[in-house]
């Protein structure tokens, strides 16, 4: 899903449309490895949304499903103004 934001102000008399394009990214994963309770999937990446590769801002994720062939993790993160975006998942 892609939204499209427009946004308007005037600067001294100059009317100026500045267009945002914003993404609805799905992020999922299987996880075949056997978890602990307590571990939890997170999402970093290249972009603000994704943290920017800085551990403090990883973006976690849901547990969506537990079947014989592993754990079902996803989130959906909505990206800005990215033409390319490179993510990683950690477990952590």
Same mark, same amino acid.
């Not at 949304?49 to 079902?72: F, S």
């Given at each position: =899903? /892609?939204?499209?934001?427009?946004f308007?102000?005037?600067? +001294?008399? =100059?009317?100026?449309? #500045?267009?945002?394009?914003? @993404?609805?990214?799905?992020? +999922?994963?299987?996880?075949?490895?056997? =978890? +602990?309770? /307590?571990?939890?999937i997170?999402?970093?990446?290249? /972009?603000?949304?994704?943290?920017?590769?800085?551990?403090?801002? /990883?973006?976690? =994720?849901?547990? #969506?499903?537990?079947?014989?062939?592993?754990?079902?993790?996803s989130?959906?993160?909505?990206?800005?103004?990215?033409?390319? #975006?490179?993510y990683? @998942?950690v #477990?952590?």
């Open positions: =899903l /892609c939204v499209l934001h427009s308007s102000s005037r600067l +001294s008399g =100059l009317e100026v449309m #500045i267009r945002r394009v914003v @993404y609805d990214v799905e992020f +999922s994963v299987l996880v075949k490895e056997k =978890l +602990s309770p /307590c571990d939890t997170l999402v970093t990446g290249s /972009c603000e949304q994704l943290g920017e590769w800085l551990p403090n801002r /990883c973006v976690p =994720l849901n547990r #969506i499903d537990r079947t014989e062939d592993g754990e079902l993790w989130t959906t993160i909505k990206i800005h103004d990215c033409e390319k #975006i490179f990683r @998942y #477990i952590g």
